[in-house]
């Protein structure tokens, strides 16, 4: 490819339809620590910790259709989200009897935890190895 030709230079967000907006709103709020606020929306700025200078990264990722990865959801889409203390959140959102996948990993790039939201979409926790 042309490195001068029109390209997409990163995901600008992400976007689920909700049969109930405000209340998976609220839930993001309670059970993740996101700040709707009264907005439908929440922006997230960042930077690579623990270098400043260094880049983020955010992954795009396709899989099959069949990958197993995204189960017990039935949705076609997981969202991961970077988190601080995963061990930590993971517990909060079992205390408060939310379905939490026992499998946690941990891997050179990080630990990852998964859960689900209460429209059913899959959700991967990782805390990076990075910070």
Known sequence: MNPDAPKVTGIGGVFIKAKNP???????????????????????EWINPPDAKEPGQTVFSIFK??????????????????VSNLEGLLA????KGIWVDEN???????????????????????EPADG
């Open 92 to 95: 909060n959102l079992r205390a």
């Open 22 to 44: 405000a209340a998976l709103a609220t839930w993001y709020d309670e059970n993740l620590g996101f700040s709707f606020g009264k907005n439908s929306y929440v922006i997230f």
């Open 104 to 126: 946690m990993q941990n891997i050179e790039y990080g630990k990852f935890g998964w859960t689900m939201d209460p429209e059913g979409n899959k959700i991967e926790l990782w």
């Open 65 to 82: 259709q069949d990958a197993a990865n995204f189960n017990p959801s039935e949705k076609d889409h997981m969202l991961n989200l970077r």
